[in-house]
């Protein structure tokens, strides 16, 4: 039988890349800000009046890179937990819908094929409660199938996302460097930081822009909570939430 | 004349494979019961920069009440499981202890209490 599966990529590579990627890319970002605020304090006799015009572009600048941060600490604080994300989803394919699928067909395999043989009232009753379990099994199977592929569709929205903002923090970090702030001589340094602060807060506010779209896709996979209680609170098989009773205590 | 008909070794060799059943159980209910989420497990992205309302706890308990289920369920399986095998073994031991008799008692052979 197919499985959910046989359709996923390697998320959790994909996600740790992203990850790996964005960690990189803060750390240019942060130094080569850091370096460049040293840079415009060491000059400050220099630049005398053109601080005010400096200050503005500085505060616009810091702006961006403090949401750029915001998003990536927030990821970090989340990495983990999501990695269980991920881990999970394909434990419900490996650990629980596979195993069980794989008890369905045996139930009317029989070890002996005397079985067949046994006729009676009493393989009547046998039969049924059989069929019973058989359908059990098949409704367990079905509800694995679906929180699976629930989880797997919020797995996806996190992985575009930290994908999506791999993007961003590698475009930010190339503007930080490709201005390189740190650098320029003191009569430039009121242009480079105009120009960086202008750079850093597009790219900023336009990969925001993005995010959003993938965590709007992310509300809408995980938006289906009614679906998941009705699944467990759909009887046909479950009678009151429990497994079907063959023998009684 | 009986009403049956049986080749009682057969519903011995049936038994083992309810147990093999239970076998087979035991790690899955081990692995749902092991599948908790935290609600940071959710969403990555931060709800307050991308000025979004990303209630996470509200799946987290979804997900939960789910996950408990599934793992609450398979207990029923188990006992269940080990419990047909038993009794495919006690129904071969009527039907040999007894060759003349017409029916067997359904509510006794299906009572894990009764021998």
Known sequence: MTTPMGQQPDYKGMFDQACQQIGDAIKTVVDKFNSFVKHVYDNRFFLGPALLVIKGAMEKLREGVDKLVQLVQYLMDHQLPVVSLIVQSFNWVYKVHNPISNLSGQVTDYRSENFEQWTGPTRNSYNRKATEQKAAIDDYVKKSEFVSSWLFNIVKTNVDYVAGLAGIAAKVAGGMVQVSGETVTVVMIPFAADQLAKLISTLVEEGIKTLVKYAQNFIGAIGNVRDIASQVGDATVFTNGKWPIAVAN | ?115
Not at chain 2, 8 to 25: H, I, N, Q, S, Y
Not at chain 2, 37 to 66: K, R, S
Not at chain 2, 73 to 86: K, T, Y
Request: net charge negative.
């Open chain 2, 1 to 115: 004349m009986t009403g049956y008909k049986v080749v009682t070794d057969a519903l011995r060799k049936e038994a083992p494979k309810w147990d093999d059943f239970t076998r087979a159980v035991v790690p899955v209910k081990h692995a749902v019961e092991d599948a908790s989420l935290g609600v940071f497990a959710f969403f990555c992205g931060n709800p307050v920069v991308l000025a979004l309302d990303i209630n996470a706890a509200l799946h987290q308990t979804a997900y939960e009440g789910y996950r408990s289920f599934m793992a609450s369920v398979l207990n029923g399986a188990l006992d269940e499981f080990m419990q047909i095998g038993d009794t495919l073994v006690k129904i071969a031991g009527k039907y040999d202890a007894a060759e003349d008799i017409v029916e067997l008692d359904l509510d006794s052979v299906w009572d894990a209490k009764q021998n």
